[in-house]
């Protein structure tokens, strides 16, 4: 084997051995048009070990991004020693995302939580389970029986799996009764799921990753995929390096690897991308490339959709997205000229302002060109976590299981006829609370008992200052269950220790509701336990009762559970009734709705144009996108009383927090490939630690020179809510645009001094606004103000900030970001085409 | 002829309906959905009331009812005004200016954004503003069914562009309420 870079096309059953920090996408294995996409298996096992010596590999799925690729764990005497990609697998044909081959690691990290936590006399101290659970009960029914069900929240992750969020789903709503249940997922994918149900009357994603096999013109919003789906990517450059290409179009402020690759990169200003998409629908419309039979026969509200976007000209869009708008002409032109036009999106739309209109109108792209539910031609609205497809289905997002629709009382008697109980049981008197406001209540002193699950809002919630202060109030019983003692456990009164990925058995379905199963490969650490046996062992203890005063909870194992939810997603569009745990061992990724009539799944949902929207079906009758007022049941039946796609638009408004000369840069807070979140999980892998080991601040050369500030500098960003300090990077950013990452947690800082009451000077999210998109509820994190003060000089050291992603310097820093021989990935090849 | 009437009587009902967004607002500084969407709601009313500005001299207020309303209209104007100078007096403020009423407000609203009652207090807000949107909706239904009586296409046209903004408004202010009044009323 010889080592990388090595850019000869390998041949079948050649293998190498990658550095895969400095090389992140490995090996091209071109191909063309409609062909297969060749295998390469990805193993990375711990250092010395080769495949004979491991004693067994156990089936499972990436948990560290939403691309859901196919994978095994390697177990040697009862340990995890590594990974390979899974053969067969429709997702990732044997490839894996580096934070999957080293990011197992932190499963065996030495500061896992292992035994329960309760604080006493203001600290945390270890307890048993029975006390800790004991404790959680006791407040639980005191607070029934002096408050209501309404002063609970739960707060839960897109990291779980279906099992334990259906589960919590139950709990919560027919067990307690709230109305307060969401996911951190509404901080990644509720603009995904949002936009789906304004667009197509339902969640669901329309299109498949097989689409880039297919597709001849591909267009990126906000989506940096390179770094997010990895091997999605990988997909991508093989079709680019194979004969006739798809044409690719970035939408995006940074120089992400997706905009080096693209034949044509948009750069609007952050908080502008309906402005852009407007101006690309109006051009669309005025070059007449328009499917007027799929229009007239698919869709309502073409008229006002033509109406809103009629003075949305390319030269009204340029100077509010900073454009030229002959770049938008260009790109409609490219657009309108697609026969197969995929689309995807990202959190640079999702996260950024009026997030769900401009998702929609990416929608409508699709939906006025006719080009929905064919091979290559689709629309991907992406996830940021692994399962946060899962909390969307089983109602953990601000949603009913199965898709159900809250305002339609029949969706409601039949998940209450489903679960054995009175509707009434049922809070859905209006949208389920969302997490922002979950948070608020909890602020106002109305919700005074939060269960926290796998995730981190001390750190990955806007305004962190605010956050702590609530977590920290004395009248609120705070629950986390988490595996180490992050900084949101640092501020609760019981901390629960669960077993994670691999150490428990369940299922989790990707961004292209491909389900995989997820087995249980080695025993958890110490105490620690599975999260569906801390829900069941929860709800035994509470005694919730079914209407006939049976157990409201009728499952006891992950396989169990998995069937009944079966049935309450039966002749829903989320329709699993079809898999099986077995039949998830024999074929890797089945991809929902699975029932009789299609018991291989569903490639592409709808086909024929069929949408999930008539009345009587849809999950949501959808919003107003402006404001996010719900319409009535009558006035969408009014609207769309045949079950059309709903051709839905918003007129641009500008930001709420704009630049002023206090605060003239635009903060964009993103992510890199080598961290996940707030990096639990991949600051205990070393080769991915290393590979982006501290916070950096990304700005242009313009701005830099203007400042003074060079490679490597110290400066402070701060916006009216805060400061932090980080090295610079000078990079190709759009000027007026600085680049902060969210990943720089301080659990692993313990040098770090934070006087009282101050922010930590690394967490990017003491700087963002508390602001949320009105329709998705999803909070804003790439539209704010800032400023930036030179502090100190870089004494030679540069920003340690990846250089081959999109963090890429523009001049040389005198180092390149490599893992060297610990990084070494070996990539099998099997079956690439000739030629 | 009273369609100078109706014209003056949609153009005040959408000036209270935005004055009060930009109230309920300030108030509410800590609940930022409800701070930020009141300003873009306020300055659309704002917008749709300009843009009657221009009919109204063609349709202008004649007559003794007129002037009576336009009293009136002024006399609510000023009650108004009276109402937050009490309160702005109550809150300990000089409340001489709008903007040291308003930094009074949202001052007030961060101390008292971490107790319960503020749902109570959103809760009436928020039931007022649905009052006050209410009003304008059917000031723009009736300046509508005038315009078609009198055979104006333009004044029409201006009805069915601005009528349905005053809806969303009302709209929001529903959902808002459906959603904020089960936290209210069971804790």
């Known amino acids: 084997m010889e080592s990388s870079p090595d850019n000869s096309r390998p041949g079948a059953n050649d293998a190498r051995a990658v550095d895969r920090i400095a090389e992140p996408w490995g090996t091209r294995t071109p191909y063309g048009a409609g062909e297969p996409w060749p295998v390469r298996i990805d193993t990375f096992l711990e250092g010395g070990l080769s495949e004979e010596d491991v004693d067994a590999w156990v089936q499972t799925a990436s948990i560290l991004h939403s691309n859901g690729d196919a994978m095994d764990i390697a177990v040697k005497d009862g340990r995890i020693v590594g990974v390979r990609g899974h053969v ?41 389970w029975d006390t800790a659970m004991g404790l959680i009960v006791e407040r639980s029914k005191k607070l029934l029986e002096d408050a209501s069900p309404s002063s609970f929240g739960f707060y839960t992750t897109g990291q779980l799996f279906l099992e334990d969020y259906y589960t919590l789903g139950i709990i919560a709503r027919a067990g307690i009764g709230t109305n307060h249940l969401d996911g951190n997922t509404r901080l990644c994918t509720a603009t995904a799921g949002e936009s789906l149900k304004e667009s197509f009357g339902c969640d669901g994603q329309p299109g498949s990753y097989a689409d880039i096999d297919h597709a001849d013109t591909i267009v990126m919003y906000g989506h940096n995929m390179a770094e997010t789906q990895t091997v999605s990517w990988m997909r991508l ?46 051009e669309i419309i005025a070059n007449d490339s328009v499917d007027h039979d799929y229009v007239e026969a698919h869709t309502v509200g073409f008229g006002e959709l033509e109406e809103r976007t009629r003075t949305c000209t390319p030269e009204w869009a340029a100077p509010i997205c900073g454009v030229d708008a002959e770049e938008i002409r260009e790109a409609a032109r490219m657009i309108g000229e697609a026969e197969r036009l995929l689309q995807t999106v990202l959190q640079g739309v999702y996260q950024s302002h009026q997030a769900t209109a ?19 031609a689709g629309v991907l609205q992406m996830n940021g976590q692994p399962s946060a497809q899962n909390t969307r289905e089983t109602g953990c997002n601000g949603d009913l299981p199965g898709f159900r629709n809250w305002q339609n009382d029949a969706h409601v008697e039949d998940l209450a006829r489903i679960w054995n109980v009175d509707p009434l049981a049922i809070p859905h008197y209006s949208e389920p609370t969302h997490a922002m406001q979950i948070f608020r209540f909890a602020e106002e002193g109305t919700i005074n008992f939060l269960w926290i699950q796998c995730t981190n809002p001390a750190v990955s919630l806007p305004e962190l200052r605010r956050i702590r202060s609530i977590l920290e109030q004395e009248r609120l019983f705070v629950v986390v269950q988490d595996i180490y003692l992050t900084e949101t456990a640092q501020l609760a009164d019981a901390v629960l220790p669960a077993a994670t990925w691999g150490e428990k058995t369940g299922t989790f379905t990707n961004a292209d509701r491909t389900v995989h199963l997820s087995e249980k490969a080695i025993e958890p650490p110490g105490e620690a336990k599975a999260d569906l046996d801390i829900f069941l062992d929860y709800a035994r203890r509470m005694g919730f009762r079914d209407k006939d005063g049976q157990p409201l909870v009728k499952w006891s194992d992950p396989e169990s559970t998995f069937e009944a939810w079966k049935e309450c997603a039966r002749d829903r569009p989320c329709d699993y009734s079809g898999i099986t745990y077995e039949k998830l061992r024999e074929q890797s990724g089945i991809q929902w709705p699975c029932d009789d009539e299609h018991p291989n799944g569903t490639e592409r949902l709808y086909e024929n144009g069929d ?63 080598y961290q996940f979140h707030t990096r639990t999980k991949t600051a205990r892998s070393p080769q991915l630690q290393e590979a982006a080991p501290e916070v950096w601040a990304e700005l242009s050369s313009a701005d830099a020179e203007r400042l003074s500030v060079g490679e490597g500098d110290v400066v402070e960003v701060a916006s009216p809510r805060g400061a932090i300090r980080a090295r610079a990077r000078i990079s190709a950013i759009r000027e007026g645009v600085v680049f902060v990452p969210f990943h720089y947690s301080y659990f692993d800082d313990p040098e770090e001094d934070v006087p009282e009451g101050q922010g930590h000077p690394r967490a990017a999210n003491e700087l963002t606004i508390t602001q949320w998109d009105a329709v998705s509820k999803q909070p804003i994190y790439k539209t704010a103000a800032a400023r930036i003060t030179k502090i100190e000089d870089s004494g030679g050291q540069p920003s ?13 820093v005198g180092f390149r970001t490599t893992g060297g021989p610990a990084a070494r990935v070996t990539e099998k090849f099997e079956g690439v085409p000739e030629g | 002829m009273k369609i100078g009437l109706a014209i003056q009587q949609v153009r005040s009902a959408e000036q209270d309906l935005a004055e009060e967004l930009e109230r309920v607002g300030a108030r509410h500084k800590t609940d930022q959905e409800v701070y930020h969407l009141t300003r873009t709601l306020a300055g659309i009313s704002r917008r749709n009331a300009r843009e009657l500005a221009s009919f109204q001299e063609r349709y202008p207020v004649t007559g003794g009812a007129g002037e009576e309303q336009g009293d009136s209209g002024l006399l609510g104007k000023l009650r108004e005004k009276g109402s937050e ?45 649905y009052v006050l949107a209410s009003e304008a909706s059917i000031d723009w239904v009736i300046l509508g069914q005038g315009a078609q009586a009198a055979k104006d296409r333009e004044l029409l046209q201006a009805t069915k562009d601005c009528h349905p903004d005053t809806l969303r408004t ?6 808002m309420i459906k959603h904020v009044s089960p936290q209210v009323l069971t804790s």
């Open chain 1, 88 to 128: 067969p697998s429709r997702v990732n044909h044997g490839r894996l995302d580096p934070k999957d081959l080293f990011g197992w690691q932190a499963n065996n990290s030495r500061d896992r939580l292992k035994r329960p936590l309760v604080r006493a006399a203001g600290r945390l101290v270890e307890t048993d």
């Open chain 1, 237 to 282: 450059l093989d079709r680019r390096r194979g004969p006739n290409p798809p044409r690719l179009i970035a939408v995006d402020p940074r120089p992400t690897p997706v905009a080096e690759e693209a034949d044509l990169h948009l750069r609007p200003k952050n908080g502008t991308n309906l402005a852009l998409l407007n101006a690309l629908m109006h």
């Open chain 1, 358 to 376: 401009a998702a929609c109108q990416v929608n409508n792209i699709n939906l006025v060109r006719g080009m929905i539910g064919k091979p290559g």
């Open chain 1, 611 to 673: 949408f999930w929207a008539v009345p009587e079906e849809c999950e949501s009758y959808g919003k107003d996108l402006l404001t996010g007022a719900s319409w009535e049941p009558t006035e969408y039946t009014a609207a769309n009383p045949l079950g059309k796609a709903i051709l839905k638009a918003a007129d641009y408004v500008p930001p709420y927090e704009t630049t002023s000369e206090e605060y003239p840069f635009l903060l964009n807070t993103g992510r890199t490939i």
């Open chain 1, 800 to 812: 340690s900030a990846p250089t081959n992603t999109g963090s890429k310097p523009v001049r040389d």
């Open chain 2, 85 to 129: 100078m009490v309160e702005a007096v109550s809150s300990g403020s000089e409340g001489k200016r709008k903007g040291l009423l308003d930094a009074a407000r949202e001052k007030g609203a961060e101390l008292v954004g971490r107790r319960p009652e503020t749902g109570l207090l959103l809760l009436r807000d928020l039931r007022k503003l």
């Open chain 2, 170 to 175: 009302l709209k929001w202010a529903l959902t």
